[in-house]
Structure formats: structure tokens, C-alpha cells
């Protein structure tokens, strides 16, 4: 069992930046496929990034990429999302998920993910 935290999030201004970071507490984390998922008030959770256990594979929404980059350290149990040029679009509360890596279909959706943080919010002013 894989329990997730969240942190990092916070007030942006449009154009700007943030790290987020999340801590897992398994002892097989590097066992695990990550990802980062958000959700925006009124909207559906969406699928942003996700990362093979050994880091070398990489998938990002369209939305997202060449903006963010998800990363992590095996060593340190930490599962990483640099944003850069934020935008108003992508305010929402922010979770990272751990789950067994598969096909792309299924990494970039939620079902395919069985343990999730209590999320982080990023707000982006205009």
C-alpha cells in the first residue's frame, strides 16, 4: 500500500512558475508508476503527466507539454511536476497517484491509478 502527500502548491502570478513535490511512503516506490492528475472548480479531474518506475519513459497531456516536467527521485521516495509559464487554465487542485505501470491508454487515465494524495491548490492570477 502506497500512501501519498502533496506540497508545493500556491499564488502564481500568469507566466510564472511552481514546483510541486509529493512524498510517498512505500518502502517499493520505485516499483510504481506515477502521475499527476488535476481538477479545476466544475470541471473533471484530467490527466497532466506520468512517469515509468525507472523515470525513462515520460507522458504528458497536450496541454501541458513542453510546459511541465514530471520527474522523480527513487532514493528519496519523491514524485516531482516543474510548471513553467502557467496560465489561468491550469488553476486546479493538483493530486499525485501511484499505480502499476501499463500501456499509455492506461497510464494517462485515473482508473489506472490505486493510491492518491489529498491534493495541493494552484491559483494563477492574471
Known amino acids: 500500500q502506497v500512501q501519498l502527500a502533496e506540497s508545493g502548491g500556491g499564488l502564481v502570478q500568469a507566466g510564472g512558475g511552481l514546483r510541486l513535490s509529493c512524498v510517498a511512503s512505500?518502502?517499493?516506490?520505485?516499483?510504481?508508476?506515477l502521475g499527476w492528475f488535476r481538477q479545476a472548480p466544475g470541471k473533471e479531474r484530467e490527466f497532466v503527466a506520468s512517469i515509468a518506475p525507472n523515470g525513462r519513459i515520460q507522458y504528458y497531456s497536450d496541454s501541458v507539454k513542453g510546459r511541465f516536467t514530471i520527474s522523480r527521485d527513487n532514493a528519496k521516495n519523491m514524485l516531482y511536476l516543474e510548471m513553467n509559464t502557467l496560465n489561468p487554465e491550469d488553476a486546479a487542485i493538483y493530486y499525485c497517484?501511484?499505480?502499476?505501470?501499463?500501456?499509455?491508454?492506461?497510464?494517462?487515465?485515473?482508473?489506472?491509478?490505486?493510491?492518491w494524495g489529498q491534493g495541493t491548490r494552484v491559483a494563477v492570477s492574471s
Open positions: 497517484a501511484a499505480g502499476h505501470w501499463g500501456l499509455r491508454e492506461n497510464m494517462i487515465r485515473e482508473t489506472a491509478y490505486d493510491y
Open positions: 512505500a518502502s517499493a516506490f520505485m516499483h510504481y508508476a
